[in-house]
């Protein structure tokens, strides 16, 4: 248990489908991050959430809409996605942002587009 | 550019064999951090250094930081089927955002 908490772990969705990721975190921290984690490549991160705010957008496809209501939560809200969307997608958070601290990884959501 | 380069992508060793995995950066890190992803888990933080020339341990793992702050290493000695897994280093954002921007990963496999 690492304090961030990832629904649903598995999820299957067509390319005309609507869905959401959810990402909550107990820790108190500041900053909450998004994460595609594809087979053989490294860690992308796709999105930066500084208090609610979105400090970055890593040229990500509109496609994937992220969402911060506060600082414990945050979605990744996925629409016409394609095959090649599929993916670990995981979500961490860190004490603060501007300062080099650890980052905390929830399990990650194991997306399946079809 | 900001990338960190990660070698090797895979490692098999014999169990009570060592392994290390190496980190470089073509421009100067300001600090390097470690993670460890299990298989079918999520990665989970290691260690961070910052110091030029940093060595730091934890139990079997060594971890060091170059003299010009541009390589990393993990070494592991006397592996255990425990110890598979990737492992990745991460820098940190060199302007801001604590952003973590993450090597390849190593994938370290034990045999028994």
């Known amino acids: 248990e690492t304090g961030v908490t990832q629904t649903p772990r598995h999820l299957v969705m067509g390319m005309t489908n609507k869905k959401s990721l959810k990402c909550e975190q107990h820790l108190g921290h500041n900053a909450m991050y998004w994460y595609k984690q594809s087979a053989k490549k490294p860690l992308e991160l796709m999105f930066v959430?500084?208090?609610?705010?979105?400090?970055e957008n890593n040229s990500v496809p509109s496609r994937f809409s992220p969402e911060c209501p506060n600082s414990s939560h945050l979605f990744l809200h996925l629409h016409t996605l394609q095959p090649e969307d599929s993916a670990l997608y995981l979500c961490?958070?860190?004490?603060?942002?501007?300062?080099?601290?650890?980052?905390?990884f929830g399990q990650g959501t194991r997306l399946t587009v079809v | 550019g900001q990338q960190v380069m990660q070698i090797p992508q895979y490692q098999h060793v014999q169990e009570g064999e060592d392994f290390t995995t190496y980190c470089n950066s073509s421009?100067?890190?300001?600090?390097i951090q470690w993670y460890k992803q299990r298989p079918g888990g999520h990665p989970v933080f290691l260690i961070q250094l910052v110091k030029s020339g940093e060595v730091k341990k934890q139990k079997r793992l060594t971890f060091q930081f170059g003299e010009a702050k541009k390589n990393s290493s993990l070494h592991i000695t006397a592996t255990q089927t425990t110890d598979v897994g990737t492992y990745f280093c991460?820098?940190?954002?060199?302007?801001?955002?604590?952003?973590?921007?993450f090597g390849q990963g190593t994938i370290l496999t034990v045999h028994p």
């Open positions: 991460a820098r940190t954002g060199g302007t801001s955002y604590g952003k973590l921007t």
């Open positions: 959430y500084s208090l609610e705010e979105r400090v």
């Open positions: 961490a958070s860190s004490q603060v942002l501007y300062v080099n601290t650890e980052a905390f």
């Open positions: 421009t100067t890190l300001s600090n």
